[in-house]
């Protein structure tokens, strides 16, 4: 039974870590030092103060005593150069660097160790080298596969990529061998923001066919007339640091944007001069539409024949994000029939995409190798960034850029593992709750337990629970080490309160509830009386379960599919839509229905397989059932 007592443990969790251009090492943790150097003979080390090339900090770098000496040249290497041995006496961290990186970034760490740039290695090169690196720093163009992970047996500590999208390593490999993945998520912003609006204009006046046609001694004014910028609708698809920085620069040229972003604030939008609106009426009133949402599995090939249909003839798009949430070939098809007059793009499904691709050659089509973040001034920062990162992950530091990392204890870990999967579950559930457009800002989570303040640590449960809420949403991986830092960066606000209960505190965690207040839902059943999407959870013989559905009690085991129906409480409506299931083969592997309310129940239904559209549109036509959303857990 709930005790009186509500305890508030934050009112705030966003005090922990500063945006990483202004990171200063952080208080060494113990167990992250095990975890890091578990391989490596202890360092002597002295710490040295030296001016960051981003003007707004300083940082301290580490240099090596012992090797210092020894270790300062770094050795240049090109595909067809012969690999080079071992360079590093056991004490002495070598940095593997595979892809152009800011020279700045590179004097970070010469000195701190053994540094070594080998360009252009294939897999097999990289893989017979990594064995001799502690850490390695890539761009987008490396491929770090589970082989890498493996042929390093257990000596690489840290994968640093320097830039943001981290699709081109395996963070589960990564994770599993130990190893940790840091990334530069902010330092190229601007760049790609104006790559996008580089492609914008360069686009609306064919300034790259012309070139090409006149280097080729043609003089076609007429063939290249093109379209004006100033008072056509652009729609920003994805509001986050990218998209936001585009929308403030297409004001400045006089165009009228809107954004689809469903889980953007709309107040930050506003204060931009930006309106929010649906993805049907972004795409449907757009001149020009310009991508910014990360590749995750609701975004792929989201441009596609059914949604290049809806778009205006005639119409404009620029993908400075990732190839992938184009269909590519529905895009030639587009840009055949007229549906799309250009498309300006920055980043292709395959990287480098074939010679002979149609939509490469495609004249209405501009192309560039994947340049947003190539700017100098965006490849100091960055590679600056990655190597302290990478330096200070080294070190035993925490991170404010990790992706993955086990940073709890063992013993602790192996308590909470089942709440962790809870929480994120939870997490991940809610969000899908929010109805698009209304952007979450404030989610207050409550843990009933048993256990002393002192005797739990919420760290990892509510680093989980922003896992679940914003990595569906947004190119960001969350951990322990981020999951603030993320989570302030894109304006949510996450309060944590512990109700203390009268029990045995054997198990950490009663049930956790996650409410997340002020928006809408497209769920009404799910809002409790104080207008808050409120759900609650409990582990349950190991496994997760939901527990709490607004004002409804439920009891589903959260694994697989979720189909949840608020109907009017009477017979055979169990039997109605387990019929449909049924005839379309979707195997349910739970069903409950929930307390009766003025007559309304809530039937709670587990599906493996996620089930087709028009199989949902047959349960939302089943009479007496007033509303049902599908969740994807
Ligand atoms: N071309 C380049 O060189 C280059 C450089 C930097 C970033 N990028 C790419 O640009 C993209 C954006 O990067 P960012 O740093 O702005 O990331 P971000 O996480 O700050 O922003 C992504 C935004 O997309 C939104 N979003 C998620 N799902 C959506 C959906 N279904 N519809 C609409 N919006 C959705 C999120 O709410 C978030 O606001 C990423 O894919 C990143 O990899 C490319
Ligand atoms: O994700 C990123 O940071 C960009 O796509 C840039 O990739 P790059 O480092 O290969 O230029």
Same mark, same amino acid.
């Given at each position: ?13 966003f ?224 509001f986050g640091k990218?998209?936001s ?18 889980y953007a604030p709309a107040d930050r939008a506003?204060a ?90 495609? &004249? ?75 952007g979450i800002t404030s989610v ?26 914003i &990595? ?14 993320v989570a302030k960066d894109k304006g949510l606000r996450i ?114 397989? &996620? ?23």
């Amino acid at each position: 039974m709930a005790s009186s007592c509500i305890k508030a443990i934050s009112s705030s969790a966003f005090t922990a870590s500063p945006p990483p251009s202004q990171t200063k090492p952080q208080p060494s943790i113990p167990y992250l030092l095990s975890f890091l150097h578990a391989t490596s003979r202890p360092i002597s080390l002295k710490l040295s103060r030296s001016r960051s090339h981003n003007s707004h900090s300083h940082s301290f770098l580490i240099t090596n005593v012992l090797q210092k000496a020894e270790s300062s040249s770094d050795t240049y290497l090109s595909k067809s150069s012969q690999l080079p041995k071992p360079t590093s006496s056991d004490s002495t961290p070598t940095v593997l660097v595979t892809e152009k990186l800011g020279e700045a970034g590179l004097e970070v760490l010469r000195g701190f160790g053994n540094l070594e740039c080998a360009y252009n290695l294939s897999p097999e090169e990289l893989c017979a080298k990594i064995s001799t690196c502690d850490a390695l720093i890539v761009r987008s163009g490396t491929k770090v596969t589970r082989q890498v992970f493996e042929a390093a047996k257990g000596r690489l500590k840290v994968v640093g990529r320097a830039g943001v999208g981290i699709d081109n390593v395996d963070l589960q490999a990564a994770t599993e061998f130990g190893c940790l993945v840091v990334n530069a998520p902010t330092a190229n912003t601007v760049a790609a923001a104006e790559h996008g609006i580089a492609l914008l204009t360069a686009m609306s006046r064919n300034v790259a066919q012309a070139d090409a046609s006149i280097k080729a001694g043609k003089w076609q004014r007429n063939k290249y007339v093109g379209v004006s910028l100033v008072g056509k609708t652009l729609a920003v698809m994805g509001f986050g640091k990218v998209g936001s920085e585009v929308a403030r620069r297409a004001k400045g040229l006089g165009m009228h944007v809107v954004s689809h972003d469903p889980y953007a604030p709309a107040d930050r939008a506003r204060a931009v001069g930006v309106e929010l609106v649906s993805f049907e009426q972004a795409i449907g009133t757009a001149d020009f539409i310009s991508l910014h949402m990360p590749l995750t599995p609701t975004t792929s090939k989201v441009l596609n024949d059914k949604t290049f249909a809806q778009m205006k003839k005639g119409v404009r798009i620029i993908n400075v994000a990732r190839g992938g949430v184009i269909d590519e070939d529905a895009l030639v098809r587009a840009l055949d029939s007229g549906i799309v007059a250009q498309a300006a793009l920055d980043v292709f499904a395959e990287e480098p995409p074939s010679k002979d691709s149609k939509l490469v050659q495609h &004249e209405n089509v501009t192309v560039t190798p994947h340049l947003g973040a190539s700017t100098k001034e965006a490849q100091a920062r960055v590679a600056i960034e990655i190597a302290e990162a990478v330096v200070g992950a080294l070190k035993g530091e925490l991170s404010a850029t990790a992706v993955n990392a086990p940073m709890v204890p063992p013993e602790v870990l192996a308590e909470l593992s089942p709440y962790v999967v809870l929480a994120e579950k939870l997490g991940k559930l809610a969000v899908q709750l929010v109805a698009g457009g209304s952007g979450i800002t404030s989610v207050r989570v409550v843990y009933k337990t048993a256990r002393d303040p002192d005797d739990l640590d919420t760290r990892l449960l509510r680093a989980m629970i922003t896992k679940g809420i914003i &990595e569906p949403i947004s190119a960001s991986f969350i951990n322990l080490v981020n999951a603030d830092f993320v989570a302030k960066d894109k304006g949510l606000r996450i309060t944590e309160e512990r109700v203390a209960i009268d029990s045995s505190p054997e198990f950490p965690v009663a049930s956790i509830q996650v409410h997340i207040t002020n928006v809408e839902s497209k769920f009404a059943s799910c809002v409790s009386k104080n207008g808050n999407i409120s759900i609650e959870g409990k582990v349950k013989y190991g496994k997760p379960h939901l527990t709490l559905l607004g004002s409804f009690g439920v009891d589903v085991s959260l694994e697989g599919n979720l189909i949840l129906c608020r109907q009017v409480d009477q017979p055979g409506m169990i039997g109605q839509v387990g019929k449909i299931l049924g005839t379309e083969n979707v195997n349910v592997n739970f069903m409950s229905v929930g307390r009766t309310i003025q007559k309304k129940a809530i039937m709670a239904i587990g599906v493996d397989e &996620e089930p087709k559209e028009e199989l949902l549109n047959k349960i939302g036509k089943v009479p007496d059932i007033e509303e049902f959303v599908f969740l994807k857990l």
